[in-house]
Each structure stands twice: as C-alpha cells, then as structure tokens.
C-alpha cells in the first residue's frame, strides 16, 4: 500500500501551499517553502505558480544544501487526487492534531495542504485528514512547522547533502562553516 512506511523509514513528505499570491505574498510563501524544507519535506508545489519565488529558494538550497525544490502546480486538485499516499489538510477547523498525530507517525508518504487567504471547500473533502494546530487561525507558517515537527521530528542531517555552508551550533555567536572555497560564509 503507498501509504505505510517501511522498516520504520521516515515518512515522505511533500508540500502543497494554494492560494498563493505572486506579488502580494512572496515573503509569507517564502517562509512557507523555507519551513517545508527545513522539517525535511524534498519538495514544494506551488498554486498559482511563481518561478521567482521557486528560483530564490533554488538558490537557498543551493548555499545550504539538500534537493528541495519549488515545482509548479497548475491544477492543484489533480495533484492531490493523484497522490500515491495520504493527503493531510491543515486547518483550524480539522480534527486536533494531538488525536491525529499516532495515525499520522504510522503514514509512508504524505502531502501536507496549507491555505492561503480563502480555501476551496473541495479540499475538505479530497483530503484524507483535516487536521487543526489548535482550534484557532494563526499561519500556514506555523502550522506546518508544528505539525511537521510533531509528526516527523526534525530532518536528518543527510536531508542536506552538499551543502556548501553548514552552521555549527553555539550556546552563544555564531560559526558557519564554508565547505566550498567559492562561498564565504556571512
Ligand atoms: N480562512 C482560512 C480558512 O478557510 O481556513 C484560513 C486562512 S489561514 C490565514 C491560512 C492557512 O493557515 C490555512 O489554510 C491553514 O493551512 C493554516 N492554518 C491557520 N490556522 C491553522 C490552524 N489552527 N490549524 C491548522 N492550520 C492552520
């Protein structure tokens, strides 16, 4: 079944964001793809597509490392009815994550939905789980991160082959280091 994991591998995950606004909400975005990519989702798809923001976060993976990539999604529903594995909604309105969250560690390969401004209705019901961070509206940001790190924990370090900077952690300061001569760290 493409839905179970095997061995105890860590599920795959992928990330749908719709209702993305080129121009009005690059930043938000952004943050939405930059979280995807650090709780280790490999990729994000995009409804309306943007090739600037999928570019700019290109290049982030690029200095940091890892496969992740912004693709487009033209028909977002035919992505989600297409998807071999579960399909999770994220929204206020869902079942608590802390009732989900036992189901969801035992899923193979995930594509996590989050909104934007106004979500279509049709979702509700193409996806397999409506899942709530807290029965109050906050962020598409937050929520993911939240549930990714709830249901995932966080992304193994292999997640970001070649990168060309790596931070090492500080209880104080802070230490990158360049892994590649070409790149300085900042
Ligand atoms: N009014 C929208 C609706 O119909 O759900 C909410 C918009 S909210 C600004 C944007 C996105 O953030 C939502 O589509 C959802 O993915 C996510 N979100 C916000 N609050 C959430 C919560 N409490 N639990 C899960 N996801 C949430």
């Given at each position: 079944m493409?839905?179970r994991p095997r061995?105890?591998?860590?599920?795959r995950?992928?990330?749908?964001r719709?209702?993305?606004?080129?121009g009005?909400?690059p930043?938000?975005?952004?943050?939405?793809?930059?979280?995807?990519r650090?709780?280790?989702?490999e990729?994000?798809?995009l409804?309306p597509p943007?090739?600037?923001?999928?570019?700019r976060?290109a290049?982030v993976?690029?200095?940091w490392?890892?496969g992740f990539q912004?693709?487009?999604?033209?028909?977002?529903?035919r992505?989600?009815?297409?998807?071999?594995g579960?399909v999770?909604h994220?929204?206020?309105y869902?079942e608590p994550?802390?009732?989900a969250v036992?189901?969801?560690?035992?899923?193979?390969?995930v594509?996590?939905?989050?909104g934007?401004?106004?979500?279509?209705?049709a979702?509700f019901?193409l996806?397999d789980?409506?899942v709530?961070?807290?029965a109050?509206?906050?962020?598409?940001v937050?929520?993911l991160?939240?549930?990714a790190?709830r249901?995932?924990?966080p992304?193994?370090?292999?997640?970001?082959r070649?990168a060309?900077?790596?931070?090492?952690?500080q209880?104080h300061?802070?230490?990158v280091i360049?892994?590649?001569?070409?790149?300085?760290?900042s």
């Amino acid at each position: 079944m493409p839905g179970r994991p095997r061995n105890g591998a860590r599920p795959r995950l992928t990330v749908l964001r719709i209702g993305h606004r080129p121009g009005r909400d690059p930043r938000l975005t952004t943050h939405v793809a930059l979280t995807a990519r650090a709780f280790g989702a490999e990729r994000m798809y995009l409804h309306p597509p943007d090739p600037s923001l999928a570019h700019r976060i290109a290049s982030v993976a690029r200095r940091w490392g890892g496969g992740f990539q912004v693709l487009p999604a033209d028909d977002w529903r035919r992505l989600v009815r297409d998807h071999r594995g579960h399909v999770v909604h994220l929204t206020m309105y869902g079942e608590p994550l802390d009732r989900a969250v036992s189901r969801l560690r035992g899923l193979g390969s995930v594509l996590v939905v989050v909104g934007g401004a106004k979500v279509p209705p049709a979702l509700f019901e193409l996806a397999d789980f409506n899942v709530a961070v807290g029965a109050q509206p906050h962020s598409e940001v937050a929520a993911l991160a939240v549930f990714a790190d709830r249901v995932f924990g966080p992304a193994p370090i292999a997640r970001f082959r070649h990168a060309r900077r790596r931070i090492v952690p500080q209880p104080h300061g802070k230490r990158v280091i360049a892994l590649d001569a070409a790149e300085s760290p900042s």
